[in-house]
């Protein structure tokens, strides 16, 4: 399987230059479209808190920072698992007539999220400017502390793309979750203190993964190192599993698409 991957990497840079050149032709603000999203998510809470109707305390930054960095991490996971759902899919006649490793596909759809967030790291760098906020050295580290993010994204995107080739209403059910996840992860707003959210936090990785991340950058400390390290193990355990179900079912993958 690494064998396979590592000799696929020509093709997964080819088609990841497909996939970037397709989305924004004929697009007049092409990739700042990454930053149009945030912005306007940011906009909105931001509104909301100041007047009153939700209440956001406890930020050690600026709130637009905060709010930001929240966003732009939880896109990598939003963005990667829907174009990788979509990823088999949506090179259906590609599939069926060549022979070739299909994880490409997924890996290389998945790049679209990181160029995204790409650009979103030169808005958070303005935004670090105008605010005044400087990152501790410790923020070296911050690439390294992504790998458990991008690890469980693609593990889940690995399932989802196979569950798309048979079942067409998967695309619809995983822009549904992200959805309510944006919602219950303390992306755009510290972690709460109520019972309720606290169990749910607890048992939710990607909440631990992105407060992990933004603790790293702003703060240079992890609030919860615990919760972080059993994340990053299970996004490794969801990815090597996902790999290896993908893998099994990728003779099969044809039929269904």
């Known amino acids: 399987m690494f064998a396979i991957l590592f000799q696929s990497r020509e093709l997964i840079w080819r088609l990841f230059l497909r996939d970037f050149s397709a989305k924004y032709r004929q697009s007049i603000l092409g990739v700042a479209w990454a930053v149009v999203n945030p912005i306007l998510i940011v906009g909105v809470f931001m509104f909301l808190n100041r007047s009153g109707i939700l209440v956001i305390e406890g930020t050690k930054v600026p709130y637009p920072v905060f709010a930001l960095v929240g966003i732009s991490l939880f896109s990598i996971f939003s963005t990667g698992l829907s174009t990788a759902a979509n990823s088999i899919i949506g090179a259906g006649p590609m599939v069926m007539k060549i022979n070739f490793p299909k994880i490409s596909l997924v890996i290389s759809s998945f790049g679209q999220a990181l160029v995204e967030f790409a650009v979103r790291l030169l808005l958070l ?53 992200t959805t309510f996840l944006l919602l219950l992860t303390p992306v755009l707003y510290p972690s709460p203190k109520t019972e309720m959210f606290v169990v749910l936090n607890t048992w939710n990785p990607i909440s631990h993964l992105i407060i992990g991340c933004r603790d790293i950058l702003l703060a240079g400390v992890m609030s919860n190192q615990l919760g972080f390290i059993w994340s990053s193990v299970f996004s490794i355990l969801v990815f090597l599993l996902s790999w290896r179900v993908f893998h099994i079912a990728e003779t099969r993958i044809a039929e269904r698409v």
């Open 125 to 177: 760098a303005i935004v670090f400017i105008l605010f005044h906020v400087s990152p501790p050295w410790t923020a070296l580290l911050f690439p390294l502390s992504l790998i458990p993010l991008m690890l469980l994204t693609v593990g889940l995107g690995l399932i989802l793309s196979l569950l798309t080739g048979i079942f067409r209403d998967t695309v619809h059910v995983v822009s549904l979750l």
